[in-house]
């Protein structure tokens, strides 16, 4: 079946970069997502990347997908404090249901 | 606009006991349903789908059960609760049809059980 991996813990200092790394299986996946978890709360949708891209770039986020290696990646620039988070990387397949499976979810800490 | 809700959003609940989670969304028709499962450390599980009422399709064998009566109301059963039944459930629709598939997620509900 498909399986999504990731490092379970980020830490970063305020102001650096961050990069958060993904790999997985499924070599049918249409759309790749990175989703945001605020503690105690549901996720949300940060940024996706569909299958035939190799980069995305939106405002501090950066996404890379190497399709050949299955790998994606997030890049977060200018960190803050507020980006503290749980941060999935996940995957959605293309058979007639279009699953999306999860990655174990990468936890964020910003030190000041 | 679309919202999701559920409830309730913390609940703990004895060995043994029912359970019944509840998931309403608002603003949108014949949305897709989603359960699932988040335990620490172990990311998210995907419990149940449900791409119409009555339609539910289980993804892991379980303890659990889901049902849609309603277009959009989607619930988690259980006739009696398990100690590894404890941890984060949350439900979550998408549009149906072609799109990028985004997941859209309720605040969640923690069931401990003991």
């Known amino acids: 079946g498909e399986d999504v991996e990731q490092s379970l813990f980020l830490s970063v200092r305020e102001g650096d970069s961050s990069v958060i790394n993904c790999t997985y299986t499924?070599?049918?996946?249409?759309?790749l997502y990175w989703y945001k978890q605020e503690p105690g709360a549901g996720l949300q949708l940060l940024t996706y990347?569909?299958?035939?891209?190799d980069m995305k770039q939106d405002q501090r986020l950066t996404v890379l997908l190497n399709k050949k290696d299955k790998h994606l990646s997030l890049r977060i620039a200018d960190t803050q404090t507020g980006d503290s988070a749980i941060y999935f990387c996940?995957?959605?397949?293309?058979?007639?249901?279009?699953?999306?499976?999860f990655g174990t979810g990468t936890k964020l800490q910003v030190i000041p | 606009s679309q919202t999701i809700h559920q409830w309730p959003a913390t609940l703990v609940q004895p060995v043994g006991s029912p359970l019944s989670l509840e998931c309403t969304v608002e603003?949108?028709?014949?949305?897709?349903l989603y359960w699932y499962r988040q335990a620490a450390g172990r990311g998210l599980q995907l419990l149940f789908y449900?791409?119409?009422?009555?339609?539910i399709s289980s993804e892991v064998p379980q303890n659990l059960s889901a049902s849609r009566p309603q277009d959009r109301q989607f619930i988690l059963s259980s006739k009696k609760l398990l100690l590894s039944d404890s941890g984060f459930y949350l439900c979550?629709?998408?549009?149906?049809?072609?799109?990028?598939?985004?997941?859209?997620f309720g605040e969640g509900s923690r069931l401990t059980v003991l």
């Open positions: 990347i569909f299958s035939n891209m």
């Open positions: 449900s791409v119409g009422i009555g339609q």
């Open positions: 499924d070599s049918s996946s249409t759309y």
């Open positions: 603003g949108t028709s014949n949305p897709n």
């Open positions: 979550a629709w998408s549009r149906p049809g072609t799109g990028n598939g985004e997941l859209f």
């Open positions: 996940a995957e959605r397949g293309s058979g007639g249901y279009q699953k999306v499976t």
